[in-house]
């Protein structure tokens, strides 16, 4: 798989964009009309997301700077039919202006140290790809919803909220897997001490929950909290594994979605909420961002073993030095084996 680099232009904090009067605005009667053309056209291109995801995906790329300059091949991808699919980080870069300085004014510690340690990883050089899918869905929602373009700063700070959420898994996930690097340098837990690193995680999800409760919807609060009970509940089932071939991979799937796509499902969902009255569109959210997280996860898992440290920013084959059987490792045994049942219980776990 060939891979991408993201370069992007620095520009201004972000500010919400000024609404323009639709026909749902304060002061105008009646219902929504039809969407114009170039709205229905926009909403098309947000709820084909994945689309371009899975023919654009960077093995790294950076948000310290906006406005990308990619490969004809990064740019949009063409279905058999022939349509094109806009590059959703061009879509969505103008909503994350300034992310990262916003995540570290809601870090607001006065220990020198933990300061340093909480805001070690949002130095502009992750992915973003969580605030990405987030702000995207946040527009399809209020488009449908609305005609609105713009995302509301509650949107928005779900945004952060959802990168908060994920940071502080990975320094977590770096003490259990006693990780050396990540995102191209050392771990926190390799230069802090392990117990200084799980804390700095803690702190991190504490801030998360405090910008969380300020958006003040208790629906919200409800559907992001599931996902730390999901992050634990998926740690405990790495631990494990099925015996019954058969269960095997439904095990890695499950374990999948409550570690990755979670976080992903219910951040689409609680921007879908605060932009839309409809439940159907909130399930819609929710099982739109659950099948791209584990399409994400998955697409990682093959980039484990088919890509290399460099292009990853972490050790790669992390997963079956630990004894940990992902998706090819699965359909390894199932092809070479004849089935799954030569992985036995001891072949995948720690």
């Known amino acids: 798989m060939a891979s991408c680099r993201w370069p992007w232009r620095r520009c201004c904090s972000w500010r919400p964009a000024a ?8 002061g105008r009667a009646g219902p929504p009309g039809p969407p114009s053309a170039a709205d229905a056209g926009a909403q098309m291109s947000y709820f084909n997301l994945v689309k371009s995801l899975t023919s654009a995906f960077p093995n790294r790329y950076s948000m310290s700077r906006f406005h990308h300059t990619t490969s004809a091949v990064c740019c949009c991808s063409k279905t058999q039919s022939g349509e094109k699919y806009t590059d959703p980080f061009k879509l969505g870069w103008r909503d994350l202006n300034g992310l990262y300085e916003d ?22 050089k992750g992915k973003a ?6 702000v995207l869905m946040a527009r399809a929602c209020n488009i449908h919803h609305s005609n609105s373009r713009d995302v509301q700063a509650s949107q928005r700070s779900i945004a952060l909220i959802a990168e908060m959420i994920h940071t502080a898994s990975l320094v977590h996930d770096d003490v259990i897997d006693d990780a050396s690097s990540r995102r191209g340098k050392h771990t926190v837990n390799k230069i802090w001490g392990e117990k200084k690193a799980v804390l700095a995680g803690d702190l991190i999800l504490s801030a998360a929950s405090m910008a ?4 003040g919807n208790t629906t919200v609060i409800s559907i992001l909290t599931q996902v730390i009970e999901d992050l634990v509940r998926g740690e405990f089932l790495q631990l494990g594994s099925k015996e019954n071939e ?11 979605f409550k570690k990755t796509a979670s976080l992903i499902a219910n ?32 697409i990682d898992d093959v980039l484990d073993f088919t890509s290399c440290s460099d292009q990853m920013g972490k050790p790669t084959s992390a997963d079956l030095k630990l004894g940990l059987a992902t998706g090819p490792v699965l359909f390894a045994c199932q092809q070479e084996a004849g089935g799954l049942g030569g992985l036995g219980q001891d072949d995948t776990t720690h």
Not at 129 to 134: D, E, M, T
Not at 270 to 293: F, M, R, T, W
């Open 19 to 26: 609404r323009s009067p639709g026909p749902a605005s304060p």
């Open 103 to 124: 995540i570290r004014k809601e870090l607001l510690i006065s220990t020198t140290e933990l300061k340093e340690m909480s805001e070690y990883y949002f130095d502009g």
């Open 129 to 134: 790809f969580r605030p990405i899918i987030v």
């Open 212 to 215: 969380l409760a300020r958006i």
């Open 246 to 256: 058969n269960e095997r991979f439904a095990h890695y799937l499950e374990k999948t």
């Open 267 to 298: 951040s689409c969902k609680a921007v879908s909420v605060l932009g839309c009255p409809d439940p159907v569109v909130h399930e819609i959210a929710y099982q739109y961002g659950k099948n791209v997280g584990i399409a994400f996860q998955l």
